[in-house]
């Protein structure tokens, strides 16, 4: 065999011999001693050598995923090290589902990538700590957890005694978005009675509208079921940064000849790589989707069969009134929730199968043709259709009508309305940015009418809403407290809204006439809805709190009007404020006691949520840092000194409405009598006992990193073996009734506030913007490329990718105009408020537009303050309707979202004496 000789070698690199490259002590290498034969027995041993081989050996590998709210969940290898976490690796192994769909590997971002070294920076927590100092000063004692619990578990039990249950605020966010984790705090909540706000309204990330055409909105596309689609609009998203290990799904959606869209306001990394970029103007989403419906409708594109089985256009309208015909108006004691077609076969009207008041559950329409358009009489009352509603309404949004307001030209409107009406699977992506504007409920809802008009559900398309949830049954058992006792749930927006002090916020910002110009409704109307969805029951509100305890949840990071909201809450929760963290984040910072909490590689859990069929592992890679213990636990270890002290203290039962919460067995019921006492225990009880796993050991999960789940998983309708999972097929083709009102897909709402704001069918409103306010620039604030929200902010790895620094971003002639360089430190600022932060130019931005990406922690701006300190929000009326249908507060389905984007500011660059000692607050 040919063997390459050291001195070959360094000939063939040209620095044998005395030459000039050789000179001085530039070559350690020359003192090393030749070797000729480096697989002989003589070979010297050299030491140093080891060391490179070293960084690949390792004593034991885990596995894990990420438990933080990026909806990627990936599987990782996760290789230990004399008790450290060293590196982490993409475990790659997922089974291909079906031949012909790409598989779903390497699955993985450059955030999991570094997490072994962000677990071990300055800010991870380690031990429980007591507050020293005031609130927020940062002085700290290092106490035993025996200590921390019992301190706590009185504070508690003294709130329950002065005040009773209801007092408790025990929100757990969006850090724990694992089986495991997630459910030891809500079990905890379900057994306390603590106020815990709903998850997704709560961040702005309902997609309202969603749920009003189809009863949900939480039945989506896994990622590979993007693959076949031949026509994929990227609405409000940008997945590039935001789902980066399911992108390549869309990309490769490509092979088929798809056509890919995006509208956007920036040319962000997903658009950059699609057929065409439409440019839109900010919050403007409805209009070009009601000018899409209108070129549908004008030119013929729709599909009569697919409206007339599956929504409720052809469902007849009285003329009179605007309301929907029901059995109620033509019979004594006839049903308020059964609706009529009329018949063009009999020439009559039918009642339609499948609403929520029919005993004939499907959509099958049995020999009934159902009129889409016409007038009729029925027992003397003048009818029509819905799709007559939606017509007339349609008809205003012509393309060169829109072209102002959207940015895009009627041309490009009327091609794309015929791609999306020609395409065989059509999808149009909504990202959670939708929902975070006061007007998603009219873009879903128009989106889904251009779908619906076009016949794309089941197989062939449909909106895809960026979330599936999927069947646990095991989890939600153990999270309700076996649905025997219940946490006070509310509105996120709502609860956000009133008990942050936001509305004074909102009045300093914008001016009330022209925002009723804008989005429909003033601060004055929307206060009077607000106080009417309380007291009509529609939505629940719960008050001031006592105390607070807050898990996994950066809220005085991520509310807007953050200070007030933090100061608010600080005043309200006088006597106890614990966190339950990983790290000591903006929220952790103003603790009574912090709790210290395991991170990924150190607890067991489960995580499926995402748009995979893959249930992910985590096994206790490693032990936790200092003394933090898994979120199952502590909750445990909390309960235990709350029995006992209420035990020694005498706290007997206490009634709670229907309720009691007995404090004397807290602890046995939180660990089922011991049962279930450890993250350990859960995780196998889950996995063992959930029928969507299909009976695997722990021990058989744990070895192989994940479990693909089974037919069992899908809500809705099962999870197919081979085949990816299109939403709604149960509907499309089993005939099955959509959760809404009518059992259709839902463009008719007569709903007493949609009717007083014009609503009842799919229209277009603005945002609410600079011309609400006395400030000129849009803004808005997506989720950024490196970091997911506050996690992984500080890491050096990834700072080094960016500024490293709070930047905005600038259109290069707006930066012109107001004398701003790039890397130039700007004042950005509107009535409540001002922040500083690094210019960055970024030519695809509009120039009446800056953008930031969210999540900088408020330590890292200067002086402290951070952007979202100055975001006004109010919120959207209709969100917070109820007692219509499937209208009404419903947790993670309907209700009121936090609004994001509707803030406006001013730009100049700082001054240098504002920003002398940026450490100063
Ligand atoms: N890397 C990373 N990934 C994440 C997260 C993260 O923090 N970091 N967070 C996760 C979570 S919780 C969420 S909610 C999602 C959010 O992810 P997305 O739903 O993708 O939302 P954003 O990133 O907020 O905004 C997406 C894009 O919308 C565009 N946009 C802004 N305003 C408008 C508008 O008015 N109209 C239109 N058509 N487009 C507009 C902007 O180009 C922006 O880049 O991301 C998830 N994934
Ligand atoms: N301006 C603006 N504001 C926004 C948004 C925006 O686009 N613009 N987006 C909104 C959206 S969609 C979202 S989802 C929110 C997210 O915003 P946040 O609620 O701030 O989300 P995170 O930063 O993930 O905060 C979760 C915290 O949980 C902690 N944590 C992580 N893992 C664990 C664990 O295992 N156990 C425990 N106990 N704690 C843990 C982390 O330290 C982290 O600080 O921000 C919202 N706010
Ligand atoms: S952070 Fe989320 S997307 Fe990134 S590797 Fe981890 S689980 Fe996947
Ligand atoms: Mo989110």
């Not at 960084?55 to 990420?66: I, M, Q, R, Y």
């Not at 309902?206 to 076949?228: I, K, Q, R, V």
């Not at 502590?634 to 039962?653: C, D, F, V, W």
Request: net charge negative; glycine share 8%.
């Amino acid at each position: 065999m040919w063997k390459l000789k050291r001195r070959d070698f360094l000939k063939g690199l040209g620095i044998t011999g005395t030459g000039a490259m050789l000179s001085g002590n530039v070559w350690a290498l020359n003192r090393l001693e030749p070797i000729g034969d480096t697989l002989a027995t003589e070979y010297p041993y050299r030491g140093w050598e080891d060391l490179y081989r070293n960084e690949w050996a390792w004593d034991s590998v885990g596995h894990a995923a990420h438990c933080i709210n990026c909806m990627g969940n990936c599987a990782w290898n996760v290789y230990v090290k004399d008790g450290i976490v060293i590196r982490e690796e993409q475990i790659a192994k997922y089974p291909q589902v079906n031949p012909k769909v790409p598989d779903a590997n390497p699955r993985g971002c450059q955030k999991g990538a570094i997490h072994s070294t962000a677990m071990y920076e300055a800010d991870r927590l380690r031990y429980p700590l007591k507050r020293a100092g005031e609130r927020g000063e940062g002085k700290w004692q290092r106490i035993s957890w025996d200590q921390a619990t019992e301190e706590v578990a009185d504070k508690i039990i003294d709130i329950f005694e002065k005040y009773g249950p209801g007092k408790l605020k025990t929100h757990q966010g969006s850090g724990n978005q694992t089986m495991v984790r997630q459910s030891g705090p809500s079990r905890f909540a379900s057994l306390v009675g603590g106020i815990q706000l709903d998850g997704f309204t709560v961040v702005g990330d309902l997609l309202t509208g969603a749920h009003l055409a189809y009863g949900t909105p939480l039945e989506s596309f896994t990622s590979d079921a993007w693959f076949d689609a031949d026509y994929i609009l990227m609405g409000m998203i940008n997945p590039n940064a935001t789902r980066i290990p399911d992108a390549h799904y869309l990309w490769e959606a490509k092979y088929n000849g798809a056509r890919i869209t995006s509208t956007a306001p920036d040319y962000n990394p997903s658009a950059i790589h699609t057929d065409l970029w439409m440019p839109i103007n900010q919050g403007t989403d409805p209009f070009f989707a009601m000018s899409l419906a209108n070129v549908i409708i004008e030119e013929n594109l729709y599909k009569p069969a697919f409206m007339k089985e599956q929504t409720d256009l052809p469902m007849l309208v009285r003329v009179d009134n605007g309301k929907l015909l029901r059995e109620a108006d033509l019979v004594e004691g006839g049903d308020e929730e059964v609706f009529y077609h009329w018949d063009l076969n009999s020439g009559q009207a039918v009642k339609a199968k499948g609403s929520m008041g029919s005993a004939d559950k499907t959509l099958q329409l049995d020999g009934v043709d159902p009129a889409i358009e016409g007038e009729f009489e029925v027992e003397g009352i003048a009818v029509t259709t819905v799709f007559e509603q939606v017509k007339r309404e349609a008809a205003r949004f012509t393309p060169e009508s829109t072209f102002e307001t959207t940015n895009i030209h009627p041309d490009v409107v009327r091609q794309e309305a015929r791609h999306l009406a020609k395409a065989h699977k059509a999808i149009v992506m909504l990202g959670y940015i939708t929902s975070s504007y006061s007007n998603c409920l009219y873009t879903c809802w128009s989106y889904a009418l251009t779908l619906a008009l076009t016949g794309h559900g089941g197989r062939t398309g449909g909106l895809d809403t960026s979330w599936i949830s999927w069947n646990h049954p095991r989890w939600t058992e153990l999270a309700t407290f076996e649905g025997k006792k219940s946490a006070r749930y509310e509105p996120g927006g709502l609860g956000e809204f009133l008990r942050g002090g936001m509305m004074e916020g909102a009045r300093e910002h914008f001016d009330n006439a022209k925002l009723k110009e804008r989005v429909g409704f003033d601060l004055d109307d929307l206060e009077s809805m607000i106080n009417e969805s309380i007291d009509e029951g529609w939505m629940p509100y719960h008050g001031e709190i006592k105390g607070m305890i807050s898990i996994a949840d950066n809220t005085f990071r991520r509310n807007k009007f953050a200070d007030r909201y933090r100061d608010e809450h600080l005043r309200q929760a006088s006597e106890l404020y614990v966190n339950i963290n990983v790290r000591m984040d903006s929220t952790a910072e103003w603790a009574d006691y912090i709790l210290p909490a395991a991170s990924h590689y150190e607890a067991w859990d489960l995580r499926t949520q995402g748009y995979h069929r893959f249930c992910n592992i985590f096994t206790r890679s490693v032990e936790p840092v200092g003394e933090s213990k898994p979120d199952w636990d502590i909750m445990a270890l909390l309960t235990k000194k709350i029995q006992e002290r209420a035990i020694a203290r005498g706290i007997g039962p206490i009634q709670d409405g229907e309720v009691t919460r007995d404090l004397h067995t807290i602890h046995d019921d939180f660990t089922r009598n011991g049962e279930l006492s450890t993250d350990l225990a859960v995780a196998r009880y889950i996995v063992e006992n959930s029928p969507e796993f299909g009976g695997v050991t722990l021990e058989e999960a744990a070895e192989r990193g994940f479990i693909v789940m089974n037919e069992h998983a899908g809500i809705n309708q099962p999870l197919p073996k081979d085949e990816p999972y299109n939403p709604f097929v149960a509907q499309t083709e089993g005939k099955k009734p959509y959760d809404t009102l009518t059992g259709r897909v839902t463009f008719y709402c007569d709903h007493p506030r949609f009717m007083k704001l014009k609503s009842s069918v799919p229209t277009a409103r603005l945002y609410a913007g600079p011309e609400a306010s006395n400030y000129p620039l849009h803004f808005y604030s997506p989720h950024a490329r490196w970091g997911i929200h506050s996690n992984w902010r500080s890491n050096k790895y990834l700072l080094r990718l960016q500024r490293g620094e709070p930047n905005i971003y600038i259109n290069p002639k707006l930066a012109k105009q107001r004398g701003i360089k790039d890397g130039d430190t700007v004042r950005l600022f509107n009535s409540t408020g001002e922040f500083f932060a690094q210019a960055k130019f970024y030519p695809s931005i509009p120039e009446h537009s800056i953008m930031m990406e969210h999540g900088w922690e408020p330590h890292q701006y200067i002086h402290r303050k951070p952007m979202n300190n100055s975001m006004a929000t109010f919120l959207q009326p209709l969100e917070l309707t109820g007692g219509w249908g499937h209208l009404g507060f419903k947790y993670a389905l309907w209700n009121a979202n936090q609004l994001l984007h509707e803030s406006s500011f001013d730009i100049e660059l700082a001054k240098a004496e504002d920003i002398a000692d940026p450490r100063t607050v």
